[in-house]
């Protein structure tokens, strides 16, 4: 079973810059692609970026387009978000996740088998 473990959030100020990481354990050899997602209070988990773990593909939504890039190491089975630029609007829990397949409609939350707990990213103004 894979499982996966986020970090890296924290309170940045807004215009600022942060990195999360997702380690992974476990089945890691299975996966298709991990994904990056976002909820803030009262509202729907939201899509941020997924890079497919084999060839590096990439995929952002478009609210931090230009802004986030998604990469990862396969060698230490480790994916990093780096978040540059940071607006309020940014503050929520983000989440670390695991697709199997690489061709799931990538945006959708339930495409993805595997979740993290959640870390905290607070952009403050």
């Known amino acids: 079973q894979v499982q996966l473990q986020e970090s890296g959030g924290g309170l940045v100020q807004a215009g600022g810059s942060l990195r999360l990481s997702c380690a992974a354990s476990?089945?890691?050899?299975?996966?298709?692609?991990m994904g990056w997602f976002r909820q803030a209070p009262g509202k729907e988990r939201q899509f941020v970026a997924r890079?497919?773990?084999?060839?590096?593909?990439?995929y952002y939504g478009d609210s931090v387009q230009g802004r986030f890039t998604i990469s990862r190491d396969n060698a230490e089975n480790t994916f990093y978000l780096q978040m540059n630029s940071l607006k309020p609007e940014d503050t929520a829990v983000y989440y670390c996740?695991?697709?199997?397949?690489?061709?799931?409609?990538?945006?959708?939350?339930?495409?993805?088998?595997?979740w993290g707990q959640g870390t905290q990213v607070t952009v403050s103004s």
């Open positions: 996740a695991a697709d199997r397949q690489i061709y799931s409609t990538y945006s959708r939350a339930s495409s993805y088998e595997y």
């Open positions: 890079i497919n773990t084999n060839s590096g593909r990439t």
């Open positions: 476990g089945g890691t050899f299975s996966v298709g692609a």
